[in-house]
Nanobody, 114 residues
Framework: ERQLVESGGGLVQPGGSLRLSCVGS????????MNWVRQAPGKELEWVSY????????KYADSVKGRFTISRDNAKNTLYLQLNSLKTEDTAMYYC???????RGQGTQVTVSS
């Protein structure tokens, strides 16, 4: 069974940091580019970041550029998202996704609040 499982979310104060992880299984992880997307309450799904399968290139939404860093460890079938300088508007459910397989995890909640 193909699966993505996220972890690492939580409650953090503005300006704080979190590191999200996503473990893939049931497919050859290093054959696929991967995304992070997020959905805030009452809002549409928003693309956050994209990393090529070889981890040699990444892209970011303007709203997170310079604050978030995507990375991957293909030996561990794991995708990461480092979130720094968090803002209240970053509060959302964060999902990793495999666009090639139309696969998305169950999400991990990030709440930024003082």
């Amino acid at each position: 069974e193909r699966q993505l499982v996220e972890s690492g979310g939580g409650l953090v104060q503005p300006g704080g940091s979190l590191r999200l992880s996503c473990v893939g299984s049931g497919f050859t992880f290093n054959n696929y580019a991967m995304n992070w997307v997020r959905q805030a309450p009452g809002k549409e799904l928003e693309w956050v970041s994209y990393i090529y399968r070889g981890a040699d290139s990444a892209k970011y939404a303007d709203s997170v550029k310079g604050r978030f860093t995507i990375s991957r460890d293909n030996a561990k079938n794991t995708l990461y998202l480092q979130l720094n300088s968090l803002k209240t508007e970053d509060t959302a459910m964060y999902y990793c996704s495999n666009p090639g397989l139309n696969l998305r995890g169950q999400g991990t909640q990030v709440t930024v609040s003082s």
